[in-house]
């Protein structure tokens, strides 16, 4: 398969005969185990003064971190999304998110104010 010119780090020409394209490779980021993962839990306010639990520090795939943001959504019975890397649950629902987490083998604390 043919590399795409997005793939060679912003080089698009080269006059230099033994220039070698130097390809970037997307590494697939390996979700950590529950117990390896350090997640935060802090309470915001978004647009329109409605209050959101968020989850950071999750590292691995994005469908793994959805796979927990609606474990998250289903056992608090409520609504959020999955967005940049965080989970936000609607409501403050910091308690029940770190009993869930730290039931699922997770090392969770709430941070912030």
């Known amino acids: 398969m043919a590399?795409?010119?997005?793939?060679?780090?912003?080089i698009v020409y080269s006059t230099d005969n033994n220039f070698?394209?130097?390809?970037?490779?997307?590494?697939e980021t390996?979700?950590?185990?529950?117990?390896?993962?350090d997640l935060?839990?802090?309470l915001d306010r978004r647009a329109g003064a409605k209050i959101v639990t968020i989850i950071q520090g999750f590292i691995g795939t994005n469908?793994?971190?959805?796979?927990?943001?609606?474990l998250l959504k289903?056992?608090?019975?409520?609504?959020?999304?999955?967005?940049?890397?965080?989970i936000l649950i609607q409501g403050d629902?910091?308690?029940?998110?770190?009993?869930?987490?730290?039931?699922?083998?997770y090392k969770?604390?709430?941070a912030g104010g």
């Open 93 to 105: 629902a910091r308690e029940k998110i770190l009993i869930i987490l730290l039931q699922a083998g």
């Open 74 to 86: 289903s056992k608090c019975g409520t609504g959020g999304s999955v967005k940049e890397g965080e």
């Open 40 to 42: 935060r839990i802090f």
């Open 63 to 70: 469908a793994d971190l959805e796979d927990l943001g609606k």
């Open 20 to 27: 070698q394209y130097n390809f970037s490779q997307n590494e």
């Open 3 to 10: 590399k795409k010119k997005k793939d060679r780090d912003g």
């Open 30 to 37: 390996v979700t950590l185990p529950p117990g390896q993962q």
């Open 108 to 110: 969770a604390k709430k």
